[in-house]
């Protein structure tokens, strides 16, 4: 018990991995994982956000009033 309690005490400097020299080997590892293609800043993600923002604002409209209307009238 006592090595680890020493253990923890000691001071360890923080290790960082070092940084890759080849961003395109870490672009290449996105890319495969299915991250690679998408960039959130491109004006046709936008107009996909903004539409699709759309939609589930039309869709909750909706479910509300369904619940307004069956509140009214099954009252």
């Known amino acids: 018990m006592s090595i680890i309690l020493d253990a923890l005490r000691r001071e360890r400097g923080k290790q960082m991995p070092d940084r890759s020299p080849n961003p395109a080997q870490t672009d290449a590892v996105l890319h495969t994982l299915g991250y690679g293609h ?3 800043t491109t004006p046709l993600n936008r107009l996909k956000r903004v539409l699709g ?3 589930l604002a039309v869709v ?3 479910v509300l009033w369904f619940v307004v209307t069956w509140l009214t009238h099954g009252v």
Do not use: I, S, T
Request: glycine share 0%; net charge positive; charged share 10%.
């Open 38 to 40: 998408l960039k959130p």
């Open 53 to 55: 923002y759309l939609a």
């Open 60 to 62: 909750l409209m909706m």
